[in-house]
């Protein structure tokens, strides 16, 4: 899964300081509870001091009818870092890494005075990481699908055993998970009445499915799809 939170220069103290939306944070971490309530716990749970780890602003746009207009929260990236840290979750590992990896990516970068510049690269390299990601997903994707013809097309030769959704695809009729569960539940009925083996097969997905003689499967699916017409 991958992190989107951008990365902005904003000034605190006396020189500009990298920092991201409290808002964004709050989203990328999946957190369930009030953001103005869980930004403040945040702020007091990791000791951060105002306009040193953070900046609070008066978000613009319009003035709410009722009540205050709400406060923004930017964060240092060293402090997103430690709230990501501070969730114990494995998203907030995963944000934590992408903070580094973007410290990473601007320490090997040039430096670049300009702003506009300096704004352009930085949206750039986000691109390119997010196309990296989506590559490598894609790969994950293709990867997956090889292996499932594998497993759903497997044989055992020696006592010509086959998963419900293999022989389906062998004969030509292709079926879901949810099919494939029913055929198989009379499948093992009618293995456990003529005392055939019923087989195991790892899969990656379900984990452990039954594989059927395919004296049974081919005896169940048939009489299955015709009552289906």
């Known amino acids: 899964m991958t992190v989107n939170i ?42 951060l001091v105002s306009n040193r780890d953070y900046v609070v ?26 709230i990501a840290m501070m969730s114990g979750t494995a998203r907030g590992a995963e944000v934590r890494e992408y903070f580094l990896a973007c410290e990473r990516q601007a320490k090997s970068m040039p430096t670049v005075k300009d702003p506009q510049i300096a704004a352009v690269i930085l949206a750039l390299t986000r691109v ?17 699908a090889e292996n499932m013809a594998v497993i759903e097309a497997r044989t055992q030769p020696e006592n ?17 998970a949810r099919t494939a569960a029913g055929y198989g539940r009379r499948c093992a009925a009618l293995s456990r009445e003529r005392g055939l083996v019923i087989g ?9 499915v039954h594989s059927y003689h395919e004296s049974v499967l081919r005896d169940v699916l048939p009489t299955a799809h015709k009552q289906a017409a």
């Open 6 to 47: 951008a990365i902005n220069e904003r000034q605190i103290g006396d020189e500009p300081i990298k920092t991201c939306s409290g808002r964004d944070l709050y989203a990328e971490l999946g957190v369930s509870k009030d953001y103005t309530t869980w930004v403040k716990a945040q702020i007091k749970r990791a000791h």
């Open 57 to 82: 602003f008066t978000q613009k746009g319009e003035k709410p009818a009722v009540g205050r207009p709400p406060s923004e929260y930017h964060f240092t990236t060293e402090a997103a870092k430690h």
């Open 128 to 144: 390119d990481a997010v196309e990296q990601e989506q590559k490598r997903q894609a790969e994950e994707i293709a990867l997956m």
């Open 160 to 176: 010509k055993h086959f998963t419900v959704m293999g022989y389906a695809n062998l004969i030509g009729h292709p079926v879901d």
């Open 200 to 208: 195991n097969v790892s899969d990656p997905r379900f984990g452990q």
